[in-house]
């Protein structure tokens, strides 16, 4: 997937962090792989941006809602 737009990209962790998920899927929209990309992660069952889609689990979904709606819990700070 050497034509992959993410790549080499200087900040990989927007295709894994569920809270920057919108940065990864802005690299998606230009990539010309995709499809295969999307493959690769229902193949291999990967959580992030894969493919132009944001696919996390379900924790993964709570506890960014957890977050979002009460801030950082204690030992995160």
Do not use: T
Not at 15 to 31: M, N, P, S, T, Y
Request: hydrophobic content about 40%; aromatic content about 10%.
């Amino acid at each position: 997937m050497d034509l992959a737009a993410c790549a080499g990209h200087a900040d990989p962790e927007i295709f894994h962090d569920i809270d920057r998920q919108d940065e990864g899927l802005a690299v998606c929209q230009v990539c010309p792989v995709q499809a295969p990309c999307r493959d690769f992660q229902k193949r291999y069952r990967y959580s992030g941006v894969w493919g132009g889609r944001p696919v996390f689990s379900p924790a993964e979904r709570r506890e960014a809602m957890l977050r979002n709606l009460l801030g950082p819990l204690d030992w995160e700070a």
